[in-house]
């Protein structure tokens, strides 16, 4: 390796890109000393050249000065990198590049490069089991999921620049939203729909199914329509009116029990966790009012 040239090379690409050497360091996951080195004269390691070479945007023939070392597109080397993995891994292989990618937003000495999946991703503490996540609180948003051979899902939140309250749901649909949630039999019935292939169905089904009285089913079916949870088909018969549902799928039901589920949870079970964000989460009120967004004045 000529290791003029590749340190050379290193600083000129840092320097396009904007990068100090702390922030290349630790992408590398060495020390702004180290990168300090290399660009006086010294090599990184053979190991460490595609984390550079993918932080300053180029690639690694480029650090060789084999190429003009044009910055390539992230999101073209992200399409190549999803591409390039086995079909039913691709969603798996992206929650892992994120769960890496966190790593990186740690400053050098608290994070490891090599940190792994855990097999699991439950912890028992005191008798309950906690999922166990990762995440950080930056001043440019949240980065939130779990990571684990058995189940991962992650989650990413740049803070918009009206803040993320801006684009909360109004206090009135929230409340009539979980009002509706919190009657017996809804969540059953929520769960026992998404776990179907999607058809209208008939109130009378359901509470067959469900084993509940018709007409308590009916009144859930006309409440989960009333607040956009279902879509409802109107149907003339020689016996009268009557509607039929499914579900209006916008992919959050999910999304939705996996993160209520977290909000909830009694134990904070972080397996990989950095915060350096200051102030509070909300730190712009929704439509320029000044009281805490946390609750309502009375």
Not at 2 to 16: C, D, H, P
Not at 42 to 54: E, F, R
Not at 72 to 81: S, V
Request: hydrophobic share 40%; glycine share 8%.
């Amino acid at each position: 390796m000529n290791n003029n040239l590749t340190g050379e090379q290193i600083a000129k690409f840092r320097k396009a890109a904007g990068l100090t050497q702390e922030e290349l360091g630790r992408a590398a996951g060495v020390s702004t000393q180290a990168v300090s080195r290399w660009e006086c004269g010294g090599a990184p390691d053979l190991s460490l050249l595609p984390a550079i070479a993918d932080k300053l945007g180029v690639t690694i023939d480029a650090l060789f000065g084999r190429e003009g070392g044009v910055p390539l597109d992230a999101a073209e080397l992200l399409n190549r990198f999803a591409a390039s993995q086995p079909e039913g891994k691709q969603l798996d292989a992206l929650c892992r590049m994120i769960y890496q990618s966190i790593q990186f937003m740690m400053p050098v000495g608290l994070w490891h490069e090599h940190i792994a999946y855990p097999e699991e991703c439950q912890v028992k503490t005191d008798g309950e089991y906690s999922l166990m996540r990762c995440g950080v609180k930056l001043e440019e948003g949240l980065a939130f999921g779990v990571g684990s051979e058995e189940f991962a899902f992650m989650n990413i939140f740049p803070e918009p620049q009206k803040g993320w309250a801006a684009y909360f749901a109004d206090y009135d649909r929230c409340r009539k939203m979980f009002a509706v949630l919190a009657q017996e039999g809804c969540l059953e019935l929520l769960e026992m729909l998404y776990s179907e292939d999607e058809h209208y169905l008939v109130p009378e089904v359901a509470a067959a199914r469900l084993g509940k009285p018709k007409e308590e089913i009916a009144s859930l079916f006309a409440a989960l329509y009333e607040v956009h949870l279902l879509l409802r088909l109107e149907m003339e018969l020689e016996s009268g009116k009557i509607y039929a549902y499914i579900i209006n799928d916008n992919h959050a039901y999910v999304p939705f029990m996996l993160l209520t589920r977290c909000f909830m949870e009694r134990h904070a079970a972080f397996y990989l966790q950095w915060i350096s964000r200051k102030g509070p989460l909300l730190r712009k009120p929704r439509d320029g009012k000044k009281e805490d967004l946390r609750h309502e004045k009375t």
